[in-house]
């Protein structure tokens, strides 16, 4: 059974920059794209930045390019997503998702109906 356990969220001012990190367990890491996913009080879940399962290749929504950055590191089963400038707007909470399926790809990642398990989520919230 997949189980994916975030960390690093927090209270951080606008401008700051914070870590989270995804540790999965049960699952072939290598094997399965993976995703982090955000949503925000009275809105849809969305699909913030997607790294394949060999890392070559990522995808970030537009609202966070340049700003985020994703990882993997296949040693720790752990995934990561560095998140510089942070803006209010950013303010979430945001989940780690592993593919439904081995090898799959990015683009099937984008949509919460492509991921096969979730994270419990990590809450990060930028004041002004």
């Known amino acids: 059974q997949v189980q994916l356990a975030e960390s690093g969220g927090g209270l951080v001012q606008a401008g700051g920059s914070l870590r989270l990190s995804c540790a999965a367990s049960?699952?072939?890491?290598?094997?399965?794209?993976m995703a982090w996913f955000r949503q925000a009080p009275g809105k849809e879940r969305e699909c913030v930045a997607v790294i394949s399962w060999s890392g070559g290749t990522t995808y970030y929504v537009d609202s966070v390019k340049g700003r985020f950055t994703i990882s993997r590191d296949y040693a720790k089963n752990t995934m990561y997503l560095q998140m510089k400038s942070l803006k209010p707007e950013d303010t979430a909470v945001y989940y780690c998702a592993a593919d439904s399926r081995m090898f799959g790809s990015i683009a099937t990642m984008q949509r919460p109906s492509g991921v096969g398990a979730w994270g419990q989520g990590t809450q990060v919230t930028v004041s002004l």
């Open positions: 049960g699952v072939t890491f290598s094997r399965y794209t």
